[in-house]
């Protein structure tokens, strides 16, 4: 078992739509979580963090935390063509370095 | 600059070759990271550096990786006798600790091509 998972998509999003990724981590530890958006051929780009409990609004984009259910989602709400690209959760391990996932890949579609 | 600069952006290596990555992080950022990125993955830690000191060299993949960051700056990753399965994208992140939650920011960087 990988200890960040993701589903690797390609998730497919109607203009406008909601996107919807979720991430699950196995480390009970973990404190705090990041979500990162990757276009292809460039580097991460952060655009989340969270690390209570609840949500987290910024925008157009949510990001979730439970904690007991060792569960990190990302909503995109009025997805855009420009939203198309990999996002990646990660989990800070210690000292502020990075457990990633693999990324799901969000493909918006006019 | 702004942001975590990274030089060269890419690199084509022969077998055998030594190549030397370079990393200028954010100004003021004492933490400086390296992963390593392959195709169609996340990244992967290489190394940690608070300042000038090595912290975490626990993901380096093997010996012929090296590196540094000697006046707590710039920092440079060494690959030794490089090898085809060391093609991938280097990529360099720093933040600054005193934040409750630190947040990395990462440079563009150094796709690595062994051939």
């Known amino acids: 078992q990988k200890e960040v998972e993701q589903n690797s998509g390609p998730l497919s999003v109607p203009e406008g739509a909601i996107a919807s990724l979720n991430c699950t981590y196995s480390?009970?530890?973990?404190?705090?979580f990041f979500w990162y958006r990757q276009y292809s051929g460039k580097s991460p780009e952060l655009i989340m963090s969270?690390?209570?409990?609840g949500d987290k609004e910024d925008g157009r984009f949510t990001a979730q935390l439970n904690k007991a259910s060792q569960y990190v989602s990302l909503l995109i709400r009025d997805s855009q063509p420009s939203d198309s690209a990999t996002y990646l959760c990660?989990?800070?391990?210690?000292?502020?370095?990075?457990?990633f996932g693999a990324g799901t890949q969000v493909v918006v579609t006019p | 600059g702004a942001g975590v600069s990274q030089s060269p952006r890419y690199k084509v290596a022969k077998r055998g070759q030594d190549v030397a990555l370079r990393c200028d992080p954010i100004?003021?950022?004492?933490?400086l990271f390296w992963y390593q990125q392959a195709l169609g993955q996340g990244p992967e830690f290489l190394t940690y550096?608070?300042?000038?000191?090595?912290?975490?060299k626990s993901g380096l993949p093997s010996d012929r990786f090296f590196a540094e960051r000697p006046e707590g700056s710039v920092s440079t990753l060494k690959i030794q006798r490089t090898q085809q399965e060391d093609s991938a994208v280097y990529l360099c992140?720093?933040?600054?600790?005193?934040?409750?939650?630190?947040?990395?920011?990462f440079g563009q960087g150094t796709r690595l091509t062994v051939v």
């Open positions: 550096f608070q300042n000038e000191a090595q912290l975490d």
């Open positions: 100004s003021g950022h004492v933490s």
């Open positions: 969270i690390y209570s409990n």
């Open positions: 480390d009970r530890v973990s404190q705090s």
């Open positions: 992140a720093s933040s600054f600790p005193g934040r409750p939650v630190p947040e990395a920011f």
């Open positions: 990660a989990v800070n391990k210690s000292w502020g370095k990075l457990q």
